[in-house]
């Protein structure tokens, strides 16, 4: 196993480097745009020469960048990522909330485009070049191409203005919670830019998949398992799925790359109190530390998306853990 | 004493853009209880193809045309899907010719096999490992319960040929069909699959259909022989006759073709059948070996020859050997 | 050559991105013409007044501030177009520039390159390119260069072309390994070519064909990358792009849908034309490559 355990140490080194390099990236980028001091006081009008006295020395302003940016990881491997200059509250704790909200609409995407794909590309590898086939695939790359604010406007306009059947804004009611149940709301207003997301992931995985199954479905180990009796079902979703499956996995990764990327417009569209909503508002106001905490939360869950999907990789394919 | 499996008139074709390609075009053979039957021919001669319809995996899109396959007194194309699934690995099952892509890669020997055979026998985990050890043992594996946990890369080429015996053998089925079992294997390991499968002849008695270009597996297993060509059978006989005294010409130059230890080589070439496989789209009229049999004659552009059974047990299509005319 | 025309012609995709691409260069080429308004022409307030719904005069209906919907979108297309090929040119030259360095030297180079191309994918880039443009137009308050016209706009472009060249560089290096060991290179040093030679006349004329699938597919992701960021508020007010049409009337959403699906509408047509457009030529490429 030490041939597993050595690649997962050179991909903990990689999504250290990169957490560090982004962080770096956006902290030199702020600091190159001019003088944070000035930034602060612009951001705090009212600020007195004590607190700009005390900002100063708490975020070295008045020593070099480097020096700087050095405090800035050190304080940041004690998990202290420095207060919000806008909502005046702890950024760790803000990340945990709208991290939180964020995490709860791209997760569940993720599994339900899985589950889509993994029932219908295979049959539809089944039924190559059928009037299903061609339904799915003309459907999938229709709802890869759609530009997200185009499926969002779309769910909006026809779901919540028109049928008027789940909320076109916000993560929870305003006044009273749907039936009484905070839960039940919660779950009502995650409705559309769940199903958004879904859409756009499911087409995704599902043309990957149906290309793999066609090619799954072609090899002798189906063929010997046809010849020795199993039913077409456990071949298709058994055998052959199980070997279509690493395409898609690797492209989970870059799935969820993708999504957190483009979270700032989805949230904008559904007006979502997530993290890309709070990056957004954290420019537009140069809160530089939850500027630079979202820049990092964003990283480290690109980089454990990444990890995971590694380990799942090894799991899967016993071939791959000999290397 | 009727034959396990009978197929008769058997034809195979398949639509393509160039034409109608008749892969098996009117095959006969018997394949008879505790027999092993070799089906013999080059690559394009059918042969893969007719036990394919055997087992009724005709890959699309090909289709079975014509005649009758009976095998335990059932017609086997009519048959519904779900007798088929009783039917495929229980009471007839093959060996696929190359074993490294007739084994899940993602699966243990042990998860793979045991599969199978609880769906067909209903067995407990405990009770299919058992049998699954047992057959492992059978064909030679050495030490076959910690194989159970290996994946197929894990072992060589003739390790996961005797796996695939073994999963053929799983559930004791009356009939093998065995697809060039040794030809996807290094020489040395040949001669031990072969060794084997004698060895199995021996002690299972179980009927196998054996279906090779390689006169030399054949030699070695077979208790009786067909030979194909271009989707039509030639001559079927006792192994012993078609080696000692082959009637029809293919046959023969079949077996000149072969090199071997005990003849004296001749100055220059070794011998090679002159000409080419017919185009399976658009066969030659009257007898398809007729534009490289040496003993050609008019008759035979004009006149297909029927398989008759021109001495006790062997049977020929040839006007020269004394074939009916069709 | 002749073949890959030939197959261009018989993929569906392919046909249907070249015919909506070429809709789209031909109303960003004749808007004038197209528009029946000024894009900056206010004058329906006084008329239907804003928010209206498509008649007769204006087929798309007002938006929110009295525009005409439907000149703006026209009037949008030469801004997409000059964003999709302006990033493009700038991450292509790049791109080809440490693609091919990296490939024709190879060893550390190669690596060192590489390691930064894989680093800049991973980023998440279009966060660090909000951040920049956010900081960048604070930046050039009181200075010269507030002036320049459309400054947000091309600061975008340049930046979008700065972040968008890996997979360009991958793409070339590639290319490049490929083509190094190549027979025909081989026979061209033998006759005495120089390195400069070879590059310019043998490999570069190979790399074209790969290399337009991915500026294609490039040029329909700039053009959606500068969408989101103008319809997150941070484009350029100036310059008529559909994205800032988005964000001028998203809140409007509900009274006046026309006015966010039109842009939205435009922008889907105009990427999904240049997707299929390149999936078109790599199916022209590589004909085996079957759905």
């Known amino acids: 196993m030490s041939g597993a355990l050595r690649y997962l140490l050179r991909r903990l080194i990689f999504a250290f480097a990169l957490v560090v390099g982004v962080s770096a990236i956006v902290f030199f980028l702020i600091n190159a745009v001019g003088n944070p001091i000035a930034m602060l006081v612009a951001g705090q009008p009212s600020a007195t020469e004590d607190q700009i006295a005390q900002l100063t020395a708490y975020y070295h302003l008045d020593e070099p960048v480097g020096a700087r940016y050095f405090a800035w990881l050190v304080r940041l491997l004690h998990f202290d990522l420095g207060t919000s200059i806008f909502y005046n509250q702890p950024v760790w704790e803000m990340l945990r909330v709208w991290g939180g909200e964020t995490l709860k609409i791209q997760v569940p995407s993720i599994l339900l485009a899985l589950l889509l794909a993994v029932v219908v590309a295979p049959v539809a590898a089944r039924r190559q070049n059928s009037a299903l086939d061609a339904g799915v695939i003309g459907g999938a790359l229709l709802g890869q191409a759609m530009p997200v604010f185009l499926t969002g406007i779309l769910l909006i306009l026809v779901f919540a203005y028109w049928l008027g059947w789940a909320p076109s804004y916000g993560a929870y009611s305003l006044r009273a919670p749907l039936l009484g149940s905070p839960v039940l709301d919660g779950l009502w207003h995650m409705a559309l830019p769940v199903a958004m997301l879904t859409a756009f992931n499911a087409a995704s995985f599902t043309l990957l998949l149906r290309a793999s199954m066609v090619q799954a479905l072609r090899q002798d180990y189906v063929v010997a398992g046809r010849a020795s009796g199993l039913p077409e079902w456990r071949l298709v979703w058994g055998h052959a799925l199980r070997n279509a499956f690493s395409p898609v996995l690797t492209y989970l990764g870059i799935a969820f790359g993708l999504m957190l990327a483009s979270a700032p417009v989805t949230e904008t569209v559904f007006t979502w109190p997530g993290l890309g909503a709070l990056y957004i508002n954290a420019i537009q106001q140069l809160d530089y530390p939850v500027i630079m905490g979202v820049s990092v939360a964003v990283a480290v869950m690109l980089v454990l998306a990444t990890l995971l999907t590694d380990i799942a990789y090894v799991v899967l394919d016993p071939r791959v853990r000999l290397r | ?326 | 050559m002749k073949a890959f025309w030939r197959h261009l012609r018989r993929s569906r995709a392919g046909l249907l991105g070249v015919v909506l691409v070429s809709v789209v260069v031909l109303v960003a080429v004749c808007c004038p013409v197209i528009a029946p308004y000024d894009p900056n022409d206010q004058s329906a307030m006084m008329d239907v007044g804003a928010n209206h719904a498509p008649t007769g005069a204006h087929p798309l209906g007002t938006d929110r501030l009295g525009y005409d919907v439907f000149s703006r979108i026209v009037y949008g297309a030469p801004t997409a177009l000059a964003v999709g090929l302006g990033v493009m040119a700038i991450a292509t030259s790049v791109g080809l520039l440490v693609g091919g360095v990296a490939g024709y030297a190879g060893g550390w180079t190669d690596e060192l390159l590489m390691r930064l191309t894989e680093f800049f994918m991973v980023l998440p880039v279009f966060l660090v390119v909000l951040a920049v443009v956010r900081l960048f137009s604070i930046l050039v308050v009181g200075s010269w260069l507030e002036s320049v016209p459309h400054l947000n706009l091309l600061m975008v472009i340049l930046l979008l072309g700065a972040f968008g060249w890996p997979p360009i560089a991958r793409l070339v290096r590639g290319e490049f390994l490929r083509l190094r060991q190549a027979e025909f290179v081989e026979a061209a040093r033998c006759i005495g070519a120089t390195g400069a030679d070879i590059v310019l006349r043998h490999i570069l004329p190979n790399i074209v064909p790969s290399l337009a699938v991915a500026v294609a597919l490039g040029i329909g992701g700039a053009v959606l990358a500068e969408a989101m960021i103008s319809f997150l508020g941070f484009g350029d007010p100036g310059s008529p792009s559909w994205g800032q049409l988005l964000f001028f009337n998203y809140e409007v959403l509900k009274i006046a849908p026309w006015s966010s699906l039109a842009p939205a509408g435009a922008i889907f047509v105009t990427v999904l034309g240049f997707n299929l457009l390149a999936d078109g030529l790599a199916d022209a490429l590589d004909p085996r490559r079957g759905k």
């Open chain 2, 1 to 326: 004493m009727s034959a396990l499996l009978e197929v008769e008139g058997l034809r195979v074709s398949f639509e393509t853009a160039r034409g109608v390609v008749r892969a098996v075009d009117g095959v006969d053979f018997q394949v008879a209880e505790h027999e092993v039957l070799g089906l013999v021919g080059e690559s394009g001669s059918g042969k893969t193809m007719a036990s394919m319809a055997v087992l009724g995996l005709v890959p699309r899109p090909g289709r079975i045309t014509g005649g009758t396959i009976r095998f335990e007194g059932r017609d086997l194309p009519t048959l519904p899907a779900k007798a088929w699934r009783a039917l495929r690995g229980r009471r007839m099952a093959m060996v696929f010719q190359n074993p490294a892509h007739s084994l899940n890669p993602l699966l243990t020997v042990g998860t793979q096999l045991g599969e199978i055979v609880r769906y067909h026998e209903r067995l407990s985990r405990g009770a299919a490992r058992e049998r699954v050890v047992d057959m492992l043992r059978l064909v030679g594996l050495p030490d076959p319960a910690p194989r159970m946990l290996q994946y197929p890369h894990e072992m060589s080429g003739g390790m996961k040929q005797r796996v695939c015996i073994a999963r053929a053998l799983l559930c004791q089925p009356a009939l093998v069909l065995a697809d060039e079992p040794t030809t996807a294997l290094d020489v040395t390991i040949q001669a031990q699959i072969l060794d084997l499968m004698a060895e199995l002849k021996q002690r299972l008695r179980t009927s196998t259909l054996l279906v090779t270009h390689d006169m030399g597996v054949v030699a070695r297993l077979a208790d009786r022989i067909t030979v194909l060509y271009a989707g039509r059978v030639c001559e079927t006989a006792d192994s012993r006759m078609i080696f000692r005294a082959p009637l029809h010409p293919y046959t023969t130059a079949l077996l000149e073709s072969v090199p071997r230890v005990d003849r004296v080589a001749t100055p220059g070439a070794l011998p090679v059948i002159a000409g080419r496989l017919p185009d399976p789209a658009h066969p030659p009229r009257g007898c398809r070996f007729h534009p490289r049999c040496p003993e050609a004659m008019a008759d035979c552009v004009a006149h297909t020859p029927a398989l008759t059974e021109v001495a006790p047990a062997h049977w020929v299509a040839c006007l020269r050997r004394g074939s009916a005319a069709c």
